[in-house]
């Protein structure tokens, strides 16, 4: 079985900053990849950042980056410059013939 | 991306009655399905995988004659809510893959109020 843990509830940041949002997982399987979604107030539940973990490179996708650390389990995303369109519940999660999903980043975008 | 749509987006009904929630894939062929169960405030909590022309396997604790689910065709999976009751209300969310290697596709959700 794996879990997911998402350890903080909610986290805030200034517009055109970076911040940093914290993963960690257990799974015994060597083969699985890691997610990050965003679920803004609509509820639509969209990719953030995709990472395979056989791969040791860091995934990036424009703003969004994610550390992976695959002794430690740890899989943390950083949004840089935010923006205000960055506000919503951000879910890590790991995929191995189904998600398993943390509990989840409320992320406040202050003006 | 891939795009899946659920259908109705909200829906009010009954207690009692039943309700039917659509999950077709658009431009793709799933091989497999999920529903998921949300409330405010919390995560997705998986209710059961249902692969075409086969029964779907239910999480544990999720009662297989109340939620009712039928994947037909490899576009369209139904999730059906049987004599629902108030404490049936909730989102729930489908998503589909198109293999085990590929990312999951999420439909829109579903609001469900059961009066």
């Known amino acids: 079985a794996q879990t997911v843990t998402q350890s903080q509830p909610e986290m805030s940041v200034q517009e055109a900053e970076t911040v940093t949002l914290s993963c960690t997982y257990d799974t015994s399987e060597s083969d699985y990849y890691l997610f990050w979604y965003k679920q803004p107030p609509s509820r639509q539940m969209i990719l953030v950042i995709r990472q395979e973990a056989y791969k040791q490179q860091n995934a990036t996708e424009n703003r969004f980056s994610v550390n992976f650390q695959k002794a430690a389990k740890s899989f943390s995303l950083k949004i840089s410059d935010s923006q205000l369109g960055d506000a919503a519940m951000y879910f890590c999660a790991t995929y191995r013939g189904q998600l398993t999903f943390g509990s989840g980043t409320q992320l406040t975008v202050l003006p | 991306g891939a795009v899946v749509s659920q259908h109705p987006s909200w829906v009010i009904c009954k207690s009692g009655t039943s309700v039917k929630i659509e999950c077709r894939s658009l431009d793709f062929q799933a091989t497999t399905m999920f529903w998921y169960r949300q409330f405010p405030k919390q995560s997705l909590m998986l209710m059961a995988t249902?692969?075409?022309?086969?029964?779907?396997?239910?999480e544990q604790g999720v009662e297989k004659d109340k939620f009712l689910i039928n994947h037909a065709s490899l576009t369209l999976s139904t999730l059906t809510v049987t004599s629902a009751h108030p404490e049936d209300s909730s989102f729930y969310i489908c998503s589909a893959t198109l293999n085990t290697q590929s990312e999951a596709f999420f439909g829109q959700g579903t609001r469900l109020t059961v009066v």
């Open positions: 249902s692969n075409e022309g086969s029964k779907a396997t239910y």
